[in-house]
């Protein structure tokens, strides 16, 4: 999750990005930079890898003032974070100076049609491509505003932009397209900030505006003018007055933590992608397993050990890891591996999953795969986290931090890193041809989309349903192959936070017991998705209706038969197979959310429950 601080008004604008920057440090970074126009009317950048310190140290040496100004944080990414890579990024006359989050999904076909007009690049990031973009625009006559406008309308993907040009000076141009990440206007007093966070900028003003999708703002010191993208017709925004209490500001808009981050994974997922495939080529790199093309053809089994949500990602791993990568793999709970005494072969590895790195059950199963002497890797959200540290190899979330107790982001995070991971040892091993790499590729980089998109369709059904069915005290969640761990996950979600008995079941167990149960006081939400298995799952549907039961199914867009079979359908859109699961965990995630909100539950501090479980 990338980072953003503006600033425009009478002051040295260089200390207050750096003292925004910093206040969004508790998330890490590989390398951050700044511009300012200076009173001359020259772009200044300084730009460097690393932790911030290393550009506070580099502004110390090469000291610049100037407004308006911008900054940039990118988090801690594998792959080679460079200073030519480090934003802001500029066209070479410095005519426009851009700062970014998010992903250009179509950024290879402007790059492309940007070459063909002589345009030679100093980077290999997307956000180069807006910037000369914008140019373009701007040198085919139009003003600043109109060629940002025209750029953004150009991008494909989720993106919030910060732009300032010599141009025209005392202004910033800012922009959101979908979601990626914030994009807050600060108030202040003949002087406006503009920041992905509230906490950047909380400390000169309490009166914000936050861009929804496709909206753009002008920033000077005396005002603000909001426009929509598209049309470019004005619109009077909302002002919010933020509540000095700094956790709530870190919610921004949302409720709870657990909604914020319910609605980050699109970003999320952007992160966790970044730096890690070329999406030109299929190619993928997790340096941080150091696994050689031989090592990958040793490798005999994957034993994931996890607790939780992170043990039902696991599982969803197991179907991702043994279709593209050919291995096998065993999933364990690492309060169970621990104590049986596990058959490890020397090549095999033990993966955790962990968002706090902390959980001591799956440190205790890393310990024993280390006392095997067997190959450790870990996926963790936390930098620094001591399963990251005691593992031979890490491949971190990038989600951001995971605040709700209620995991979310952490989950559908962990899934496609997963999916990453299945790619590398496929590709190591020599089994994906350059057209199946393609294609995994190009369906990673259209998922932030669709989880978007996803997010944008559910969000009001299921609250509706929330309100027709918190009253029940118990609740089935059926699912078949790949999407049986989704509804163990449904049915933890709910449990965890609503309080209400939730259990998961694989649905071709109902006639083994669990049908017993049913009755038109047990829902049972099932997961429909048009896959290999679907008329199975109708029919599973038919024997809960047969029983007065009451169905709720997520389906996929344009699925008219479930229609007439379940009481309620929340529809999500098509994905390809293996990755569909991301989307459908999506409505149980927000079902269970809109729950326990309508019951009057602690969302973020579920009663009995912590965020790290650190004792046994
Ligand atoms: C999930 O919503 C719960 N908070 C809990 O099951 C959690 O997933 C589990 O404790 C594992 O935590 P970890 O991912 O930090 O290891």
Known sequence: MCGIVGYVGPRDAVPIILEGLHRLEYRGYDSAGLAVLTRNGQVEIRRE?????????????EPLTGSPGIGHTRWATHGKPTRYNAHPHTDPERDVVIVHNGIVE?????REELAAEGIRFASDTDTEVIAHLIDRYLHAGNDLVTAVRHALQRLEGASAVVVMSRHMPDTLIAARLGNAGGVVIGLGEGENFVASDIPAILPYTRRMIFLENRQAAVVEPERVRCFHLDTGVPFQPTVHTIPWDPLAAAKGEYKHFMQKEIFE?????????RGRINFTTGEVTLEGLHLSPAEARALTRIHAVACGTSYYAALVGKYLLERIARVPVEVDYGSEFRYRDPILAETDVVLAISQSGETVDTLAALEEARRKQVRTWAIVNVVGSQAARVSDGVIYMQAG???GVASTKAFTASVVDEYLLALYIAQQRGLLTRQDALTHARALALLPKLVGDTLAAVDSITRELATKYYRARNFLYLGRGIHYPIALEGALKLKEISYIHAEGYPAGEMKHGPIALIDEDMPVVALVPQDHVYDKMVSQVEQVKARDGRVIAIANVGDELIAQKADDVIYIPKAPPLLQPVLSVIPCQLFAYYVAVRLGNDVDQPRNLAKSVTVE
């Open 401 to 403: 931090p995971e605040i």
């Open 106 to 110: 179509n950024f290879l076909e402007l």
């Open 265 to 273: 994974q699109p970003q999320a997922i952007t992160d966790t992608l």
């Open 49 to 61: 890898v690393g932790k911030l310190s290393n550009l506070d140290g580099l502004i110390a040496a």
